[in-house]
Each structure stands twice: as C-alpha cells, then as structure tokens.
C-alpha cells in the first residue's frame, strides 16, 4: 500500500504562483511514474504533468511553460511550481504514483489540494 500526501494549494490571484508538494510512503514502486492530475467538478480529469524515476517529463498542453514538475527519488517527493497561474487553473489537484508499465487508475491517489485562482 502506498500513501500520498498533498500540500501547498491555496488561492492566488492571476499572475501569482504555488508550490504543490506529494510525499510518498509505503510500498512505493522501485521505478514508477509521479504526477499531478486535476479535476474541476463537471470536468474530465486532466494531466498537468508527470515524471519518471529517471526524470523525464511530461506536461498537459495547457500548462507547458509555464508549470515545472521536480521530484526527489530519495525521499519520494514530487513538486510542482506553477507559475504565472490563470483563472482555468483552477481545480483540484490529485498527485499520484504509478509503476511506470502500470495505467494511471492502476495506481494509488492522494486525498487533493484545491487550487484557486482569481482574476
């Protein structure tokens, strides 16, 4: 079993910046794959961005440039700097692990931290 925990969400205004954390404990996968998913009610869930064990990187169209995805093997973290934020960002969002050969619902999800972003 494998636990996350999410922090850092909050209310920010158009233009402004967060930090998400996601800490992983427990039977975490020796290669897997750490992301950060995110759900408005009504809406589809959507990627933000994942990375690997080996630190490749994957965004969802919609925040390239301006999201950045880090983690530390070490300690199974993963951290997402979101800057220059827009009202659609908005949402909740989910951090979750995977291995890397397994599909996203296959792996664990953290409770989500709720994003808010004003004009």
């Known amino acids: 079993q494998v636990q996350l925990v999410e922090s850092g969400g909050g209310s920010v205004q158009t233009g402004g910046s967060l930090k998400l954390s996601c800490a992983a404990t427990g039977r975490t996968f020796r290669i897997n794959v750490m992301g950060w998913y995110r759900q408005d009610p009504g809406s589809q869930r959507e990627l933000v961005a994942t990375?690997?064990?080996?630190?490749?990187?994957n965004y969802g169209d919609s925040v390239k440039g301006r999201f950045t995805i880090s983690r530390d093997n070490g300690k199974n973290i993963v951290a997402l700097q979101m800057n220059s934020l827009k009202p659609e960002d908005t949402a909740m969002y989910y951090c979750n692990i995977r291995p890397v050969t397994a599909m996203i619902d296959q792996g664990f999800w953290g409770q989500g931290t709720q994003v808010t972003v004003s004009s």
């Open positions: 990375i690997t064990t080996d630190n490749t990187t």
